[in-house]
């Protein structure tokens, strides 16, 4: 009996420690916009209490180089991945020239602190192009992320993307082929970002499934990320007036649903400063 007994208390031990192992893989990331403050110890501070794993620091090409590389070190210190992070609306191929250009001379200096990818955070939809003719737009965008993923690949690079949600309803029809277009970037690049911005668990759930049917179909990392900024008249979209316990509770639901799914790498927070006002 004293035999049995042991070896239950045993495999529960077991269970435990693979139960808390199978939390730990999980990526739990974060944008990083205010880019001077990666010489505040409240920013490391800030990230390393929040057990954050993957940081997607925004590049402003001001900064002196040796305040990315003491950053990177911190956070390669405690674990904490930093990807180069940068886009916008109208962003093109000579854009994403200028930031390969400046992380290509930064890597050559500082060898031992790189960047772990490329975070491309380009929101063609917000662009005027979008509103005069969304089909050339759309292109425009994919060829983008076509050049982006040949000259990261050229050097071992990871290129990452934010997509929003509604993506799987966008579609295109060219050159390329047809289909939606959150299928198409799933499809190419190393891993996605999907701004799932509702503070619900059934609500999450539902906008998502059809991104991470593609994550297993392609193989392709996919992060669901929800939203700490106020929006007074959309209270749906953020976790602002919920708070951050209620929202850790939701992003554990969210991660107990999609456990089954491998290409689930786990969960992202808009954004460190509105997540550090937001109420506990």
Same mark, same amino acid.
């Given at each position: 009996?004293?035999?049995?007994?042991?070896?239950?208390?045993?495999? &529960?031990?077991?269970?435990?420690?693979?139960?808390?192992?199978?939390?730990?893989?999980?990526?739990?990331?974060?944008?990083?916009?205010?880019?001077?403050?990666?010489?505040?110890?409240?920013?490391?501070?800030?990230?390393?209490?929040?057990?954050?794993?993957?940081?997607?620091?925004?590049?402003?090409?001001?900064?002196?180089?040796?305040?990315?590389?003491?950053?990177?070190?911190?956070?390669?210190?405690?674990?904490?991945?930093?990807?180069?992070?940068?886009?916008?609306?109208?962003?093109?191929?000579?854009?994403?020239?200028?930031?390969?250009?400046?992380?290509?001379?930064?890597?050559?200096?500082?060898?031992?602190?790189?960047?772990?990818?490329?975070?491309?955070?380009?929101?063609?939809?917000?662009?005027?192009?979008?509103?005069?003719?969304?089909?050339?737009?759309?292109?425009?965008?994919?060829?983008?992320?076509?050049?982006?993923?040949?000259?990261?690949?050229?050097?071992?690079?990871?290129?990452?993307?934010?997509?929003?949600?509604?993506?799987?309803?966008?579609?295109?029809?060219?050159?390329? &082929?047809?289909?939606?277009?959150?299928?198409?970037?799933?499809?190419?690049?190393?891993?996605?970002?999907?701004?799932?911005?509702?503070?619900?668990?059934?609500?999450?759930?539902?906008?998502?499934?059809?991104?991470?049917?593609?994550?297993?179909?392609?193989?392709?990392?996919?992060?669901?990320?929800?939203?700490?900024?106020?929006?007074?008249?959309?209270?749906?979209?953020?976790?602002?007036?919920?708070?951050?316990?209620?929202?850790?509770?939701?992003?554990?639901?969210?991660?107990?649903?999609?456990?089954?799914?491998?290409?689930?790498?786990?969960?992202?927070?808009?954004?460190?400063?509105?997540?550090?006002?937001?109420?506990?």
């Amino acid at each position: 009996m004293k035999k049995l007994i042991s070896t239950f208390v045993l495999l &529960g031990v077991i269970f435990l420690l693979n139960d808390a192992q199978a939390q730990q893989k999980y990526t739990k990331a974060t944008w990083l916009w205010n880019t001077e403050t990666i010489t505040d110890e409240q920013t490391a501070k800030f990230l390393i209490d929040k057990k954050v794993t993957t940081v997607y620091l925004q590049i402003d090409p001001t900064l002196p180089n040796n305040q990315y590389a003491a950053f990177i070190d911190k956070m390669q210190n405690a674990n904490i991945k930093v990807q180069a992070l940068d886009g916008a609306p109208n962003w093109t191929t000579t854009d994403f020239d200028t930031l390969w250009n400046w992380l290509s001379q930064y890597h050559q200096e500082y060898p031992a602190s790189k960047f772990a990818a490329i975070h491309l955070d380009v929101e063609p939809y917000l662009s005027t192009l979008w509103k005069e003719n969304e089909k050339t737009a759309i292109h425009q965008y994919q060829q983008l992320l076509q050049h982006a993923q040949k000259q990261a690949r050229s050097s071992d690079m990871k290129i990452e993307v934010d997509i929003p949600f509604w993506y799987d309803e966008v579609l295109y029809n060219s050159t390329l &082929g047809r289909g939606n277009l959150a299928e198409w970037i799933i499809a190419r690049v190393d891993g996605v970002s999907i701004m799932a911005y509702r503070n619900t668990v059934t609500a999450l759930k539902s906008i998502t499934k059809n991104e991470m049917s593609y994550a297993q179909k392609y193989k392709t990392p996919v992060v669901i990320g929800v939203e700490t900024m106020h929006f007074s008249t959309e209270p749906q979209v953020s976790f602002a007036i919920k708070g951050e316990k209620q929202m850790n509770g939701t992003l554990d639901q969210i991660s107990k649903h999609y456990s089954k799914n491998r290409y689930f790498e786990g969960v992202a927070i808009h954004h460190v400063h509105s997540w550090d006002k937001m109420k506990k």
